[in-house]
């Protein structure tokens, strides 16, 4: 009865854990919709004397964050 109880809490912790992180993601693209309101005009200027636009700058740190928030889950998902 106490291993299934372990096995139990075991899936709950990692249920948690991927509801956090698919909130966290989804709370992440949501930012993205920025570049589509006036509060995000700032993201649709050219910054400094290149082509880059604010908008191209958010959508690559948001695959650096989506990465590295990937590399945490799995480091977590595999020490328990």
């Known amino acids: 009865m106490e291993n ?6 075991s899936i709950r912790s990692k249920v948690r854990q991927r509801f956090l ?3 966290m993601t ?3 693209y949501g930012t993205f919709v920025l570049c ?3 509060e995000g005009r700032v993201l649709n200027h050219v910054t400094g004397d290149s082509a880059i ?5 958010l959508f690559f740190a948001l695959i650096v964050v ?3 928030l990937e590399y945490i889950f799995l480091t977590l998902s595999k020490d328990k």
């Open 21 to 23: 992180f698919a909130a």
């Open 4 to 9: 299934q109880d372990q096995i139990l809490d």
């Open 36 to 38: 589509y309101v006036d």
């Open 66 to 68: 989506f990465l590295f």
């Open 53 to 57: 636009s604010g908008g191209l700058v």
């Open 26 to 28: 989804v709370f992440l």
